[in-house]
T-cell receptor, first 109, second 118 residues
């Protein structure tokens, strides 16, 4: 079973930052936080992952709280093409990915 | 630098027929994972394979479903005697190693095979 809690859906205006929260209060010390997204029934796409430090790449930033019980994925300038279901997953590196229900992000013009 | 290749993209089978779904992992990837996504639902893990070995099949239905990843060639997900409830999108993912180190960049997914049972 998924170990994370995410809002079912969110809206964001194009060009604004999209902040997607995720709660993982039972995360263990060896578990990483991964984010994937699925655009309109395509295969899921890896976005970013982190252990305890904040991470940034060309797609997004990941902010993990100091107690690691929650995190936020930030898309700094959302575009219409960012409309997708976003999955927050916690797991050890050697574990398989288990998807929850995710957050359906709708970016509007 | 091709990604994960799945074929066919769409497959229609009559009830009782067999469905064979193929997945070629990314170059250099030796670990393959299969997921199923029913309409309007999330992805469910089915099976994890390395070359010639099934590592974790905890998500596979007990009957009619099988998977292999031979030494040569693609991974195959086989569904025998399909029923309407098998209609779904089947996604394959690959990774460089199941024993990921720091800097592991996650799985790469294919575009999926959409199976329709009529």
């Amino acid at each position: 079973d998924a170990k994370t809690t995410q809002p079912t859906s969110m809206d964001c205006a194009e060009g604004r930052a999209a902040n997607l929260p995720c709660n993982h209060s039972t995360i263990s010390g060896n578990e990483y936080v991964y984010w994937y997204r699925q655009i309109h029934s395509q295969g899921p796409q890896y976005i970013i992952h982190g252990l305890k430090n904040n991470e940034t790449n060309e797609m997004a930033s990941l902010i993990i709280t100091e107690d690691r019980k929650s995190s936020t994925l930030i898309l700094p300038h959302a575009t219409l093409r960012d409309t997708a279901v976003y999955y927050c997953i916690v797991k050890e590196i050697t574990d398989k990915l288990i998807f929850g229900t995710g957050t359906r992000l709708q970016v509007f013009p | 630098n091709a990604g994960v290749m799945q074929n066919p993209r769409h497959l229609v089978r009559r009830r009782g027929q067999e469905a064979r779904l193929r997945c070629s992992p990314m170059k250099g990837h030796s670990h393959v994972y299969w997921y199923r996504q029913l309409p309007e639902e999330g992805l469910k893990f089915m099976v994890y394979l390395q070359k010639e070995n099934i590592i974790d099949e905890s998500g596979m239905p007990k009957e009619r479903f099988s998977a292999e990843f031979p030494k040569e060639g693609p991974s195959i997900l086989r569904i025998q005697q399909v029923v309407r409830g098998d209609s779904a999108a089947y996604f394959c993912a690959s990774s460089r190693s199941g024993q990921g180190r720091v800097g592991h960049y996650g799985y790469t997914f294919g575009s999926g095979t959409r199976l329709t049972v009529v």
